[in-house]
């Protein structure tokens, strides 16, 4: 029946929608938020025009292709449009006529098509056929509309006064209950008597489902009448228990909670779900398991600081003075709560941080997150994370089960009694995951600042609000945290202490310290600096201050000992007696040769306890060119090496080396203390540099150190730990360090006293190491 239509040419902007469908004359309105739609929908407005909308194929996708959507659709005229909140736009539309797409024009930024649009011939002749097909759709129609209730009783009046059966069949089809599938389907059949056929077929089968869902909903009525009676006569039961005096501890216990409950302060959802959970103890017997279960959920949800929080101490001097109190350096750290606070004083309704300490062990990361506490004058919580593989033990257990309980964050929060607490997760590069769940995918929602407003915890099953909350992580490492944890998250380096540091926190707090832990007073015992020093650099090996205190706790016990045994008033320890106190030193670190050498470099490494020196060996002899690596290095470092050798094999000349040499000579290269793994991208230079200087025989100087990559171009790349390697490089002695162009930036960060005993080279290729490192050149 398209020769009842008249076809005309149109260019507009397209909408795709999603699981809904409009017909020519009728109205719909619908929810925008796709880039596209919504620079559609503006061209129209702007340029006056219609729209026309297809329904899209399959709902889920966000950014449909020309094949995701359908050909046949409708063009509307756009009758209202409103802004929403979140940037989605509400419109409403009017079809006007059927209309296929001819062409594309454009995809972006919005769709735009060539339409054939189909005007039906008002004129057009109705035969007997179609008069019958009209009467029999009304009264298929009217006993639809008795059955389904959300249709209008004056539907069928208007529904009469149609004389068109293009727009009568579109309109009846628009009252249907029909999947997006069906609405399509019809919108693509021009004919109206084809159209009205199939809208037959499906008014009869919605008709007998509408008929099996009234037989269904009066069979459940029936069984809730049932359950009404029963009420009944249970609550008869219970006046009767009243009158008798059995049932008054219940009554005045169920009264109790709903005292607490109102005094909780809880927001209006959680506490229409306490008082609901409550009443049920009325319903059931008191010795019921189910009553136990009752009680502990609702005393967790009275416990729970909905609305309690502690006031922010705002006194910013006397927060810098508390912190420096506690600990010395980390000024990064003290200059990020200062600023939060500050910013908090202006906006009251800022959200807590979400700060990462990293560092290695005994820096102070847990201490300080303690500190901040009692600076801001907050609760202090703390969950250690090492080993927690459990999910349960972030969200909790649900109430299904047997014991169930809330897990660890909402349980520490009830605990701390106020919702704004400083919250420690520590160790949170050390969280397992097994068959029992992902803890750190569990800690995604508490960690992040746009979601935790409503973190959800599987036991209280209501949305607790933790955006008040200052969580402060700690961590050795970022390489073993999980991407997405990491990203939620701002980290704070904290490098490991320098010497002179780690004497200013031992005499200004360790010392204090332990001898008032161990109950002297600080006139009893002495420990001059030398001996403070002599500890740092022979008695303890790490970045941290954790076996400094231990070692000056033991100090404190044997000074102890003399001053109880011996009747000494006061002991004094220095480096003359310290040996006789601590034994003989534990380390002795690697200082520079004592003459340059041949084939031997010294080299810079960070280790989790600090920096160290470490010397790269090359040996030369007859041989067939083949390369022997030693000292249980890493993959990493065996490549480092490789690499080297393939830049210098490919450059012989500018080292002034004769290629011959490679295919007569064996080349072993050795890093000492070989039971000792040894792994990591720094130390591709001074592998080089010990082969060029063994196959050049020139020796290289005893005091340069250097450290960093390598690629088989020759370029030097830039490395890390950068701090911890210069410490070390100046308690060896060195006074020259080689490093990267690009660690440039990272020097001028470092403090002045570590680095002024020494001259910093900078190196783009390995040419200008080599220059820097071997003694005649």
Not at 410 to 430: G, H, R, T, W
């Amino acid at each position: 029946m398209i020769e009842n239509y008249s076809i005309e040419n149109k260019k507009l902007p397209l909408i795709p929608i999603r699981g809904i469908g409009i017909f020519p004359d009728t109205m719909m309105h619908f929810d925008i938020g796709r880039e596209k739609s919504i620079n559609a929908l503006e061209e129209a407005m702007l340029e006056d025009s219609d729209i026309f909308l297809t329904i899209q194929k399959e709902a889920d996708i966000d950014s449909p292709k020309e094949e995701d959507f359908f050909e046949v659709g409708v063009i509307c005229k756009i009758k209202q449009m409103i802004k929403l909140p979140g940037d989605n736009i509400r419109v409403l539309v009017e079809g006007v006529n059927r209309a296929k797409i001819v062409s594309i024009v454009q995809t972006e930024p919005y769709f735009e098509v060539m339409l054939d649009e189909y005007v039906y011939n008002n004129d057009a002749l109705i035969n007997d056929e179609l008069e019958a097909m009209i009467r029999l759709t009304l009264e298929n129609f009217e006993e639809y509309s008795l059955i389904y209730t959300k249709i209008a009783p004056d539907a069928l009046v208007s529904l009469k006064e149609i004389k068109n059966p293009d727009k009568f069949a579109d309109v009846v089809a628009s009252y249907i209950y029909l999947k997006h599938e069906q609405k399509q389907a019809l919108l693509e059949i021009f004919d109206p008597y084809e159209r009205l056929e199939s809208i037959n077929t499906y008014l009869s089968k919605e008709i007998k489902v509408l008929e099996i869902e009234n037989e269904i909903s009066e069979l459940v009525r029936k069984q809730v009448s049932e359950f009404q009676k029963d009420y009944y006569l249970k609550e008869q039961l219970r006046a009767i228990q009243k009158e008798l005096g059995e049932d008054e501890g219940i009554e005045l216990e169920v009264d109790e909670y709903l005292d607490k409950i109102k005094k909780a302060n809880m927001p209006k959802e959680v506490k229409e779900k306490a008082e609901k959970e409550i009443n049920k103890l009325l319903k059931i017997s008191s010795s019921s398991p189910d009553a136990g279960v009752i009680r502990t959920y609702v005393d967790w949800l009275i416990d729970l600081p909905w609305n309690k929080k502690t006031k922010d101490n705002t006194d910013l001097k006397k927060v810098r003075n508390v912190l420096s109190e506690d600990h010395y350096g980390l000024e990064d750290i003290k200059e990020r709560i200062l600023e939060y606070l500050a910013v908090k004083a202006i906006n009251k309704d800022m959200k807590g941080p979400i700060l990462c300490f990293v560092g290695p062990p005994g820096v102070g990361k847990t201490s300080v997150a303690k500190s901040i506490a009692r600076a801001m004058n907050r609760k202090y919580v703390r969950m250690s994370l090492g080993g927690v593989r459990d999910e349960a033990e972030i969200r909790g257990h649900r109430r299904t089960y047997i014991g169930a309980i809330p897990g660890r964050i909402i349980s520490l929060i009830a605990k701390a009694k106020a919702n704004n607490p400083v919250f420690l997760l520590d160790e949170i590069d050390k969280l397992a995951s097994d068959y029992k769940g992902d803890p750190a995918s569990a800690l995604l929602e508490a960690l992040d600042p746009e979601q935790n407003k409503t973190f959800t915890d599987h036991y209280i099953e209501a949305p607790f609000s933790l955006e008040n909350v200052m969580f402060i992580t700690t961590a050795n490492t970022t390489s073993t945290i999980p991407g997405p944890l990491l990203d939620r998250m701002e980290v704070i380096e904290i490098s490991g202490y320098t010497d002179m540091e780690k004497i200013n926190i031992a005499e200004k707090y360790l010392i204090k310290k332990q001898i008032r832990e161990h109950g002297l007073k600080e006139t009893q015992v002495s420990i001059s600096q030398n001996a403070i020093t002599e500890i740092i650099e022979r008695y303890t090996r790490e970045s941290g201050v954790r076996n400094l205190e231990r070692s000056i706790g033991s100090l404190i016990r044997k000074a102890a000992v003399q001053i109880v045994e011996n009747k000494k008033k006061t002991v004094t320890i220095n480096n003359g007696n310290l040996k006789k106190y601590l034994g003989i030193p534990k380390y002795d670190y690697d200082l520079a040769y004592e003459e340059d050498q041949v084939g031997v470099v010294t080299g810079l490494a960070w280790t989790k306890v600090g920096g160290e020196t470490l010397f790269i060996e090359v040996n030369t002899m007859k041989g067939d060119g083949k390369l022997q690596l030693t000292g249980k290095l890493g993959d990493v470092m065996k490549e480092s090496a490789m690499a080297a050798i393939s830049y210098i094999k490919a450059n012989a000349d500018k080292f002034k080396i004769d290629y011959s040499k490679f295919k007569e000579t064996d080349i072993h290269i050795h890093v000492p203390e070989g039971a000792i793994p040894k792994d990591g991208p720094s130390a591709g230079i001074t592998m080089a540099t010990a082969v060029i200087s063994a196959l050049t025989d020139v020796p290289v100087r005893k005091d340069v150190a250097m450290t960093g990559e390598i690629t088989i171009t020759g370029r030097v790349l830039p490395i890390g730990g950068l701090k911890e390697k210069l410490l070390a490089a100046k308690r060896a002695g060195i006074k020259r360090v080689v490093l990267s162009t690009k660690n440039k930036p990272d020097v001028s960060k470092i403090d002045s006293k570590i680095i002024r005993s020494m001259e910093i080279v900078y190196a783009d290729k390995i040419e200008d190491v080599v220059k820097y490192a071997l003694a005649d050149r």
